[in-house]
Antibody, heavy 120, light 108 residues
Framework: QLQLQESGPGLVKPSETLSLTCTVS??????????WGWIRQPPGKGLEWIGS???????YYNPSLKSRVTISVDTSKNQFSLNLSSVTAADTAIYYC????????????WGQGTLVTVSS | EIVLTQSPGTLSLSPGERATLSCRAS???????LAWYQQKPGQAPRLLIY???SRATGIPDRFSGSGSGTDFTLIISRLEPEDLAVYYC?????????FGQGTKVEIK
């Protein structure tokens, strides 16, 4: 059974870089059938797609965050990662990693999410 | 960017009643690329419906989706207490993917 697990610091200082990793188990991140994405949710608010990546390294970002976001993949560790630079309090959110079938597919598998707070 | 507007914001109904949730898009969305998610308190979203009307694996048949163009609907035919959740629509046909702001379903 596929499982995704987010990990990383729960507290990041303003202007610094938020870094999270999603570890995939029960399936290979190198499968040609899937894309791997990040979605966030500010406390008490709605969902925002951040970006997605294919195992080959091709990444696609939300234009609203593109200048600050990098998503990368490490097939040897079955992981993919999110870096978000120059964070502010507005970046405080639960960050989810997810799997979807293609760039035009919904997210059928989600991690449990991890809360990242931006504060000094 | 396609903006999705959901209504109502909150729906309060009794068990056994029918819930009708609406999702309106700022521009036409192919029905192939419209999904609904259920998010229970403290949990990650769960895919309910994709392609506007196809139920995801394991989703009870009391959940149904319909619609086309700019208007889409999720119906929960007979509410059960465990349906307490926020429901989000999502379009995934046009980048950036976008979500509606959610409809909260409360059980009386």
């Amino acid at each position: 059974q596929l499982q995704l697990q987010e990990s990383g610091p729960g507290l990041v200082k303003p202007s610094e870089t938020l870094s999270l990793t999603c570890t995939v188990s029960g399936g290979s991140i190198s499968s040609s059938s899937y894309y791997w994405g990040w979605i966030r949710q500010p406390p008490g608010k709605g969902l925002e797609w951040i970006g997605s990546i294919y195992y080959s390294g091709s990444a696609y970002y939300n234009p609203s965050l593109k200048s600050r976001v990098t998503i990368s993949v490490d097939t040897s560790k079955n992981q993919f990662s999110l870096n978000l630079s120059s964070v502010t309090a507005a970046d405080t959110a639960i960050y989810y990693c997810a799997r979807h079938g293609s760039l035009s597919s919904p997210s059928k598998n989600w991690g449990q999410g991890t809360l990242v707070t931006v504060s000094s | 960017e396609i903006v999705l507007t959901q209504s109502p914001g909150t729906l309060s109904l009794s068990p056994g009643e029918r819930a009708t949730l609406s999702c309106r898009a700022s521009q036409s969305v192919s029905s192939t690329y419209l999904a609904w998610y259920q998010q229970k308190p403290g949990q990650a979203p769960r895919l309910l419906i994709y392609g506007a009307s196809s139920r995801a694996t394991g989703i009870p048949d009391r959940f149904s989706g319909s619609g086309s163009g700019t208007d889409f609907t999720l119906i929960i035919s007979r509410l059960e207490p465990e349906d307490l959740a926020v429901y989000y629509c999502q379009q995934y046909g046009s980048s950036p993917w976008t979500f509606g702001q959610g409809t909260k379903v409360e059980i009386k």
